[in-house]
């Protein structure tokens, strides 16, 4: 997760169990769920980003997307809006791969960056004390030992839900 981003992360205690996650990783084998808040509304309600992410080469700090496919890593991403408030929009997103910054640049490319995003995002004046509204919602695995899948969730925290109260006051 980038540091800002609260939620649900998974570990190893040991190194062959490292491993192993590295290995569903790498495969594909995870099924990660986040929810943000945009600092705009899509204008559509659902779809999917495939886009490949290289570094910006005006800020080391940052990413951006190309159409070239001799660069970047490509990253994939489904995204599906919950709920508008005004010019905000609370939105999940279903990761199908996991590059860094991969959901803030994905956001940024829809034209909606991320609520309390200093790096691809900008202050807003209704939120200004607003910290990153990204949170890793959910995480599907396929445990050793275990037939089916298993789901971990982490519930929302509170900066999300007073940011949705302050929304639904604003906007509805």
């Not at 290289?54 to 490509?74: E, I």
């Not at 929009?89 to 279903?94: M, Q, T």
């Not at 202050?123 to 089916?148: C, Q």
Request: aromatic share 10%; with cysteine.
């Amino acid at each position: 997760l980038d540091k800002d981003t609260s939620g649900l992360i998974i570990t190893a205690k040991n190194p062959e169990t490292e491993a192993w996650l590295q290995s569903r990783f790498k495969k594909r084998k995870v099924r990660k769920i986040y929810a943000a808040i945009l600092a705009g509304v899509p204008r559509n309600r659902k779809g999917i980003i495939e886009a490949r992410l290289v570094r910006d080469p005006r800020n080391r700090k940052r990413f951006t997307w190309t159409d070239d496919d001799s660069r970047g890593k490509y990253a994939k991403t489904a995204w599906f809006v919950i709920q508008t408030f005004g010019p905000y929009s609370l939105v999940l997103f279903k990761l199908y791969t996991g590059r860094t910054h991969q959901i803030r640049v994905h956001s940024r490319f829809l034209g909606c960056p991320i609520l309390g995003d200093p790096i691809y995002g900008q202050k807003d004046p209704r939120f200004p004390g607003a910290t990153l509204m990204l949170h890793a919602k959910s995480l599907t695995i396929r445990i050793p030992g275990k037939k089916k899948p298993v789901r971990f969730t982490a519930p929302i925290p509170r900066r999300f839900k007073k940011t949705i109260r302050m929304l639904r006051e604003l906007y509805t």
